[in-house]
């Protein structure tokens, strides 16, 4: 059997103040694989990222990357990693060609190599025409690019996106996903932390959810994603909406005079509620569905009582 | 192998930390260059003249190689501080913090770059002083030595100052009340044998005063103090500053959580 990509056991962090970011998180990346690493701000989510990629000084448990250990081998595990942080992190002055063959650089690879390598990333990422600039000077979007472009220069074989797309337009985004896409399908394993949970829910195939320092939940995406008993949809009528009484198993709710929310089970298929509608005396001209269904399943599962910080009541803050 | 990957990231530091001083020359060789001049003209020429003769040489001729190697001082601590709390304040610290380069490796491609910028701006006012004083250099391979390990002293001193440093303030500080004035009351203007037996002791438990002194023996030949004592000052403090540094880079302190 493969090694994992990442395997992380009883992880925990306290900050100086007291503050327990990680209580006791154990997680396993598969080799290849896209795995989604979800949660609300404050979540862990960044600690568990800096303590995997030697940013920050975890207090107890093992880290291991590609059956490399943090503490034994760092070096090792280093070399395996690239980051893609949340917060932009390169020298503002530096032009952008330079700051990823300096990162190359830092890596070992010569001069020559890291040219060739930064050519390479940059032009993946369309950034070779502004290989001279000032970094400072890129809008939003193209500054995440160079951070990609950045971290892939060694060639790594675990790539770490915190939060890659914030900011992004939606076309650069999508162009992203297509980009990462193509450098998982070609074997870089990749873990992505992000606040966009279609992102999530439409790259990675595995999924943990962190809250208050715990995993709280950990799955192959389409599993999860089975478990969602209800979808809420908007529905658009042609005349204004009367009374909505035989609608009652869709818990309606009338968002406005010619618009509906209803709930609809799984087990309930659309035309039946097509049926419905029509003996209602609606007419539907318009339906979307609210939310992204695994944006709805991460706010229970981060909005559960029981599963809201435990950690919090535990260590009594 | 390793250890060609090693020097590979070495070398990538050390340019990258020549080329930031390099392309503000105007803010980092220029000025030492235009202030050692005008130390020249006031203390030199003109009040110099007055002054006479000190240890037997010009006062003029005396005080070049305390001026020389107070731009070295100054200068290697400057670049290092500066560089590497940028650095952190920008977070792009963690661009190497993130890879496989030891600790020994960062410290001495940030203490090369202050090396870098403490030759040039030595170099700079050393040709500025050509064209106020005459002097022939006593000892190539003292003046050359003790010329580079102060400026690796003070490279390190100026990195210990970063890892500590929380805001742009801090790295002002260290330089202004404590650098400043050892350099000035370390014999860079006058010979310790003009002091009081009491401020005679009071300088010999100033560091600088050792590194100016061997200077002044390899430039002109007159020296305060013992050569070999010097020498032992000045490798004692890299070795005990080169472990402090190391120690604090490898518990992370002021760059990791």
Known sequence: ?317 | MQLARYFTAFKTILIKEVLRFSRIWVQTVLPPAITTALYFIIFGKLIGEQIGEMDGYRYIDFIVPGLILMSVISNSYANVVSSFYSSKFQRHIEELLISPVPNAVILAGYVGGGVARGIVVGITVTIVSMFFSDWQIHSYSITFLVFFLTSVLFAMAGFINAIYANSFDDISIIPTFVLTPLTYLGGVFYSISMLSEFWQGVSMINPVFYMINAFRYGLLGTSDISIGFAFVIIIGFIILLTSFSLWLLKKGVGIKS
């Open chain 1, 1 to 317: 059997m493969d090694t994992h990509a990442l395997s992380i056991e009883n992880l925990c962090k306290i900050y100086k103040g007291g503050h327990q970011a990680l209580v006791d998180v154990s997680l396993q990346v598969g080799q290849g694989d896209f795995f989604a690493l979800l949660g609300p701000n404050g979540a862990g989510k960044s600690t568990a990222i800096g303590i995997i990629s030697s940013l920050v000084n975890k207090d107890s448990g093992s880290v291991e990357v590609m059956g490399h250990d943090l503490d034994k081998d760092p070096v090792k595990v280093k070399e395996q990693i690239g980051l893609v942080p949340q917060e932009f992190n390169f020298n503002q002055f530096e032009p952008v060609g330079e700051i990823v063959v300096n990162q190359a650089g830092f890596y070992g690879i010569p001069r020559k190599e890291a040219l060739a390598r930064a050519k390479k990333y940059l032009t993946q990422l369309d950034l070779w025409g502004k290989r001279d600039v000032e970094s400072r000077s890129l809008s939003g979007g193209m500054k995440r690019r160079l951070m990609i472009a950045r971290a892939l220069v060694h060639e790594p074989r675990l790539l770490i996106l915190d939060e890659p797309t914030a900011g992004v337009d939606i076309e650069i985004r999508r162009s992203m996903w297509d980009f990462l896409r193509e450098i998982n399908r070609k074997g870089t394993t990749i873990i992505l932390t992000t606040h966009y949970l279609e992102e999530a829910e439409s790259l990675c195939r595995n999924i943990a959810i962190i809250n208050c320092g715990r995993i709280v939940e950990k799955s192959g995406m389409s599993d999860l994603l089975k478990r969602m008993h209800r979808q809420s949809f908007v529905v658009s009528s042609r005349e204004t909406i009367g009374e909505v009484d035989q609608l009652e198993k869709y818990q309606p709710e009338i968002l406005d005079s010619t618009t509906l929310e209803l709930s609809l089970h799984q087990d309930t298929d659309m035309n039946s509620m097509f049926d419905d509608l029509s003996r209602a005396g609606i007419q539907v001209v318009g339906l979307r569905n609210k939310q992204n269904r695994l944006e709805q399943m991460f706010i229970e599962m981060v909005t559960n009582p029981e599963s809201i910080c435990k950690a919090e009541q535990e260590t009594g803050q």
